[in-house]
């Protein structure tokens, strides 16, 4: 599993995009995702991690739950994995539970994501580095 991304949740895409700005991140991709309905907008630095910003398209989006816990905020940490079904076989063994089943994602050329969780690991993305 190799470190992809972290995600963060918004309600104000541009607002958090000028504060990465402001620290010498640049804009990258910008994308709706209609499965998971949230805009995305990557960030990108040299020797830094790259940054998915998540925010609400309405109501629906489930994103929305974390934003109003939380505010503005880290929520998820994507690794890509070269075999999704074994990893997600792998790490359901260490009781992570399945919240969204693999699904293609716009932003990486349909290759598919799926998102699993556990309470001392929070919220953990896997992206297949096949399309
Ligand atoms: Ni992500």
Redesign the pocket.
């Known amino acids: 599993m190799l470190f992809h991304?972290l995600?963060i949740a918004t309600k104000d895409i541009e607002k958090t995009k000028q504060d990465y700005l402001n620290i010498g991140y640049r804009e990258s991709l910008s994308v709706f995702d209609p499965i998971q309905n949230v805009k995305l907008l990557f960030l990108v630095k040299d020797n830094s991690p790259l940054i998915?910003l998540?925010s609400p398209i309405d109501e629906d989006s489930p994103v929305n739950q974390i934003i109003k816990k939380n505010g503005t905020t880290p929520y998820?940490i994507?690794f890509e994995v070269d075999d999704l079904d074994q990893s997600l076989k792998e790490l359901k063994k260490q009781r992570y539970i399945e919240i969204v089943k693999p699904v293609p994602a716009v932003a990486f050329n349909n290759r598919l994501v799926c998102f699993l969780y556990k309470p001392s690991m929070g919220l953990v993305?896997l992206l297949s580095s096949k399309s």
Do not use: A, F, L, T
Request: net charge negative.
């Open positions: 991304h995600g998915e998540v998820h994507c993305e």
